[in-house]
């Protein structure tokens, strides 16, 4: 379960429930799979992790070959009004 970052931290960058879901669990079983390969002892869980790492965006997701990210839509189409 999460509780920092909460799920209504992580919608706005992925968009609805079931992907946030889907993009959690890939990014987690990623982040075990570089454990087991590189030996790391950190004991913080994966999905904490992977959540942290789409709510501060270090992370994009991508959903049918293109990246999902609301709040980048918006300042980009700002940018685009200003000009």
């Known amino acids: ?5 909460n799920v209504k931290q992580i919608l706005p960058k ?4 079931y992907e946030a879901a889907l993009a959690l669990a890939k990014r987690a079983r990623n ?10 002892p950190c ?3 994966a999905v904490d ?4 790492e ?3 965006g270090t992370v994009r997701v991508k959903i049918h070959g ?3 990210c609301e ?7 700002e940018e685009k009004e200003e000009e």
């Open 1 to 5: 379960m999460l509780s920092d970052p």
């Open 14 to 17: 992925v968009g609805n429930r």
């Open 31 to 40: 982040i075990e799979n570089k454990r087991v390969i590189e030996g790391d």
């Open 43 to 45: 004991i913080k869980d």
């Open 49 to 52: 992790i992977a959540g942290t």
């Open 54 to 56: 789409i709510a501060n």
């Open 66 to 68: 293109e990246y999902v």
């Open 71 to 77: 709040e980048e839509k918006e300042s980009v189409e």
